[in-house]
């Protein structure tokens, strides 16, 4: 029986006509020697997809599908974001393949890792996180901030795995699990975890973008980074009611200031009461913001709709005799 693994890359694309030459090149080179290998077999395929690109990107990737047969394509009717394309593209493949792994056009993600996170699969592993090594090639300021957000996410009890983007192999039935998750603000990298099952990471050392520019400015990365932990986190909410406790302790201590300096007849009239309310009002209005957003956290959570649970093995012996 042949044992080698069908394999799908999936590779989201957004104005990529500059890098598709080069990345489909350097992927068909890797799936032949793969191929040699015996790791992959012949049904494996390259997936772009074309997120609704302005530029020759579709076009370029049309004419791959139909010059190799390795090369596969997906269009997306408009721009729909990385993680969305993402996403699409691997529940596309995800009945065609037994694993599949997820990679930038750039490739500033070294592919050399893809058979090493291939044989973990075949070990065994529904999950293999790829994780940078270090960051000399990104400028101070994105490794700083990045640095910055993964330590934030942590701190609200967001389970991530550091250093760690999109590029990751899944198996089918761990694919499976992540479409179990109907929610639509993705957040791919904070998602997989939840959907558990054994995994591992192999690491790896990032180049720099070898054509063209960032899709990812500023403004979409803080922009990311917030989705991140407003969609996986209610620890800012809690954090207006601790709030909100502390002002309230504070303005016990006030009154007593205020009503000692009154007594001792420092204060001009109206200056305590004044002095009593403004901060009792503060305490109380913020936890009653807190106690709101409780509410508010338990909705959100109710509106993801996320699995309570995914079952990997139900063993039962009963019918057996
Ligand atoms: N991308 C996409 N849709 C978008 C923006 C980006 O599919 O709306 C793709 C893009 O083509 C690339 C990947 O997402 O394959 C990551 O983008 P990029 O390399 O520009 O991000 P960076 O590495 O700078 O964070
Ligand atoms: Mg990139």
């Known amino acids: ?3 080698s693994v069908n394999l799908y890359v999936v590779v989201p ?3 990529e006509e500059a890098v598709l030459p080069e990345t489909s090149k350097r992927m068909l080179e890797l799936f032949s020697t793969m191929k040699n290998d015996g790791l992959i077999n012949d049904k494996s395929r390259i997936v772009f997809v074309d997120d609704g690109s302005k530029d020759k990107t579709w076009s370029i990737i049309d004419s791959l599908a139909k010059e190799h047969k390795e090369i596969a394509g997906v269009k997306l009717a408009r721009n729909a974001g990385h993680q969305n394309a993402l996403l699409g593209g691997l529940m596309t493949v995800k009945n065609d393949c037994d694993c599949a792994v997820s990679i930038d056009a750039d490739l500033q993600d070294d592919i050399n890792v893809i058979p090493d996170m291939v044989k973990h699969y075949i070990d065994g592993y529904d999950v293999v996180y790829g994780v940078r090594n270090k960051r ?3 400028t101070f300021f994105k490794r700083s901030t990045a640095v910055g957000f993964y330590k934030l996410m942590q701190a609200m009890g967001v389970n991530i795995v550091f250093n760690h983007a999109d590029y990751r192999l899944m198996s089918r039935r761990a694919l499976e699990g992540l479409a179990e998750f109907p929610e639509r603000n993705l957040f791919l990298r904070g998602m997989v975890p939840l959907v558990g099952y054994r995994s591992t990471s192999v ?3 990032r180049n720099e973008r070898f054509a063209g520019e960032s899709k990812y ?3 979409k990365m803080l922009s990311f980074a917030f989705d991140g932990i407003t969609s996986f986190s209610i620890s ?3 954090i207006i009611s601790t709030f909100g406790a502390i002002v309230c302790v504070i303005s016990v201590a006030m009154a007593i200031y205020a009503l000692v300096e009154k ?6 009239s109206g200056w305590a009461s004044l002095m009593m309310s403004i901060w009792f009002i503060g305490g109380v209005q913020l936890l009653s913001v807190g106690l709101i957003g409780e509410y508010i956290g338990k909705l959100y959570k109710e509106v993801k709709r996320r699995p309570r649970y ?3 093995t139900y063993v039962n012996e009963k019918d057996n005799n």
């Not at 007594?263 to 001009?268: A, E, R």
């Open 217 to 219: 400015p500023l403004k």
């Open 136 to 138: 000399d090639t990104d």
């Open 203 to 205: 690491c790896y050392d």
């Open 310 to 312: 995914i079952i990997e």
């Open 263 to 268: 007594l001792l007849g420092n204060t001009d």
């Open 1 to 3: 029986m042949d044992k």
């Open 236 to 238: 800012p909410i809690r």
């Open 13 to 15: 694309c957004y104005n």
